[in-house]
């Protein structure tokens, strides 16, 4: 009797350490395409072909062409891919087929594709459809399928939803494809509040034109945008909202009302005042009503940013004699210097993740985008002899960084990696860009 239950007792553990051995190999394999610790040291080459028309009608072919370009551009932005030419496929899934049955694997395998995108589009009475296979040649796997319908003006945005699909599988984490970017745009004429999509299309001013406009913040919900406008002569905090384009006067106290920033849950900002003296960093509420002090000390305080759990805050201080970065633990008031190297660093901005901060440092003579990790405080330099580099800002994913540039001669936007490679110009704008802060995404 014993022996048969020690029997049956070693049966059900062996069987439960095969199932749990099977869930974990399972869940490795969904995001084992890319390293999210190192996710740029080697891109995963991935083919796109053009996407199959599913009817004889012209615009079906031509919106094919043109969604399964867009979806390779949007995949090609994030760093993490290299697209294979199509002059290299060995068949044409636009002719064949887009199923897995109608797919030879091999094919795809002997180009070194590791991952294929087909696509299926339908278009009838103004009624667009279109379906999005991601597979893994290797395995003869189907990855992610998805369908999706709406009017035929809207090709980009079933694209860049299936873009955000195709990072969800592969990384685990949600994409930045339905994110936007504002930033100050102009020159000696005026400045104003611009915002862009992630990649620089659909730009749109929503600020008119004032002498200075400085340090535009998102709001999480994506409604308003904050930022600081000198009117008079004097700073003072507005926010606009992003759809009405209403401009409302926030916070005008006396002295300066500058580095506007809200809080991760939206209930309130963080901005530096001078009301009582000192440039200091105060909390306010939605309403720009002086909730409680933040800082405290001889030298000024500026430029605040939260953790995502709101727990956490970095600011700039010149208290030790240069401008550094400082952490607050906001429940028990302790600050700690988290940056020694250089002797001008500022502008910095808290990563998603919550373990790394970007900021601009002077070394040597030049401005630079560094990242120092919020536990052992080792910074890493991010750009080197390409003009000045400042005002990071990470995307909502933490994948990649928005900052402005002098390398072709005015300030302009570029964007990196996290890692600091694949820089190049975000938009084609004869104005002067500066000051950007990439938005929190609107989900799926």
Known sequence: MKKSFRFFFKTIVCAWILVLAAICQTSAADYDYINISEPFSQKVPIAVPVFKSMSVAPEEEEIARDAAGQLAEALAYTGYFKLIDHGAFLEQPAEKGVTMEALNFKNWRDIGAELLITGGVRYEAGVLQMEFRLFDPFRSELLVGKRYTSPADDTRQMVLRF??????????????????????????????????????????????????????????????????AYTDDRPEIYTVDTSSQEVTKLAAFEGINITPVWLPDGS???????????????????????????????????????????????????????????VKEISSGRIRRLTYEGRYNTQPDWSPDGDRIVYSGMKDGSIDIYVVDVNTGEASRLTRQAGDNEAPSWSPDGSMIVFSSTRTGSSVLFVMTASGTDQRMLLDMDAKQQLPDWSPAKGN
């Open 163 to 228: 873009a955000d699909q195709v990072i969800a599988r592969l990384t685990g984490r949600q994409g930045l494809f339905d994110s936007r970017i504002a930033f100050v745009g102009g020159d000696s004429d005026g400045k104003a509040v611009y915002t862009c999509d992630f990649d620089g299309r659909n730009l749109r001013r929503l600020t008119k034109p004032q002498p200075i406009v400085v340090g535009p913040a998102w709001h999480p919900d994506l409604g308003s945008i904050a930022y600081t």
């Open 268 to 326: 309130g900002l963080a901005a530096t005042l001078a009301f009582e003296g000192d440039e200091e960093i105060y909390l306010l509420t939605r309403e720009g009503k002086v909730d409680k002090r933040l800082t405290k000390s001889w030298g000024v305080d500026v430029s605040p940013s939260f953790s995502p759990d709101g727990k956490k805050m970095v600011f700039v201080s010149s208290r030790s004699g240069s401008p550094q970065l400082y």
